[in-house]
Structure formats: structure tokens, C-alpha cells
């Protein structure tokens, strides 16, 4: 049975950036995102629960430099 992802992490390391959304966020879009391209500088990662979300949200916006943020349209 596959895990089911209630919380997604944006990633853009282009424009140094990590965001947390809801699966039904319509930024999100369960994962695929407005645009639905990824590559090896931006891409979304699926989470069952907030606290393992922001855990890896935070990791990668360390890696950057930078501090991870909540979607300003689905508010997780």
C-alpha cells in the first residue's frame, strides 16, 4: 500500500528556496506543481505528516543557506 502524501516540499535552487504546501495546495498540485517540470535544480518530495515535511525542508534549506517557508496560498 503506498504511503499517502498529505505534505509536499517545494525545492528551487536556483532562486534559493523551500516551501511547504498541502497535497491540494494549487501551487502543489499533489507534487506536480504549476508548471510540472522538475530537474536537478528544483523538484517537490511528498510527506505523510507536517513534522517530517519541515524536517527535510529545513535540511535542504540549510544546504542553501537559507530558512524554509509555508505557502502563502494553502497555509500548512
Do not use: I, N
Not at 8 to 16: A, I, L, R
Not at 20 to 39: E, I, P, S, V
Amino acid at each position: 500500500m503506498e504511503e499517502q502524501r498529505t505534505y509536499w516540499v517545494f525545492v528551487d535552487k536556483t532562486v534559493k528556496k523551500v516551501k511547504l504546501h498541502l497535497t491540494t495546495c494549487g501551487a502543489c498540485k499533489g507534487g506536480r506543481g504549476m508548471h510540472g517540470h522538475q530537474d536537478k535544480q528544483c523538484w517537490w518530495r511528498g510527506f505523510p505528516t507536517r513534522a517530517s515535511a519541515w524536517d527535510y525542508a529545513s535540511q535542504e534549506a540549510r544546504k542553501m543557506g537559507t530558512e524554509p517557508s509555508r505557502c502563502g496560498l494553502c497555509k500548512p
